[in-house]
């Protein structure tokens, strides 16, 4: 059985950080590109981070030199890590990987 399980979200002010996890089983995560979207509210869904299984990694304008997506193949986890949080921040945050999708966590950033 195929699952994706976020963790990691909360309420922070604006500045904080947070570190979201994701923890996949049920297929072979090493060979898959990895995604962290977003959604907030009234919204559509947007790609916030990209990892290739290589590691390469890209992300969106609105979130470089802020964010940070990581991969720990050997524990079939993956990660992002959010720095200076602003309001605007304020999303579901998801985990993909392929066709598999996680459950989304909360963040809210406060002013």
């Known amino acids: 059985q195929v699952q994706l399980v976020e963790s990691g979200g909360g309420l922070v002010q604006a500045g904080d950080s947070l570190r979201l996890s994701c923890a996949a089983s049920?297929?072979?995560?090493?060979?898959?590109?990895l995604d962290w979207y977003r959604q907030a509210p009234g919204k559509e869904r947007e790609l916030v981070a990209h990892?290739?299984?290589?590691?390469?990694?890209d992300y969106a304008d609105s979130v470089k030199g802020r964010f940070t997506i990581s991969r720990d193949n050997a524990e079939n986890t993956m990660y992002l890590q959010m720095n200076n949080l602003k309001p605007e921040d304020t999303a579901v945050y998801f985990c993909?990987?392929?066709?598999?999708w996680g459950q989304g966590t909360q963040v809210t950033v406060s002013s």
């Open positions: 049920g297929f072979t995560f090493s060979r898959y590109v």
């Open positions: 993909r990987a392929g066709i598999y």
């Open positions: 990892i290739t299984s290589a590691g390469i990694s």
